[in-house]
């Protein structure tokens, strides 16, 4: 059984920086790829960003070059740098994680994901 604990939310203002982490418990499951999501009030979840076994990232258009994926394997933790943010980046942002490798358009790779954290809640205020 995999386990993903989310940490790092909380407030910031527009422009400012947030960083959250995800610890994972994996068990013997063999993941082979991670992601970060989230979920406006009112509407659908999205994917950010993935990262494959390999470190190979993928981001959608929405925070391309301002959030930034990456993964600390030793620590078995998985991270997103958020800079710039805006009010609408508010949200519960959820980790997940996948037996699948990364592929495909990261605006589905919601299905792929058969694992996902309680979440951490963002709140940007203007």
């Known amino acids: 059984q995999v386990q993903l604990t989310e940490s790092g939310g909380g407030s910031a203002q527009s422009g400012g920086s947030l960083r959250l982490s995800c610890a994972a418990l994996k068990g013997t499951v063999s993941i082979n790829c991670m992601g970060w999501f989230r979920r406006p009030p009112g509407k659908e979840t999205e994917a950010l960003a993935r990262?494959?076994?390999?470190?190979?990232?993928t981001y959608a258009d929405s925070v391309k070059g301002r959030f930034a994926i990456s993964q600390d394997n030793a620590k078995n933790t998985l991270y997103l740098q958020m800079n710039n943010l805006k009010s609408e980046d508010t949200a519960m942002y959820f980790c997940?994680?996948?037996?699948?490798?990364?592929?495909?358009?990261?605006?589905?790779?919601?299905?792929?994901?058969?694992?996902w954290g309680q979440g951490t809640q963002v709140t940007v205020s203007s």
């Open positions: 997940a994680a996948s037996v699948y490798y990364c592929s495909g358009p990261i605006s589905r790779s919601v299905f792929d994901f058969g694992y």
């Open positions: 990262i494959d076994w390999d470190g190979t990232t």
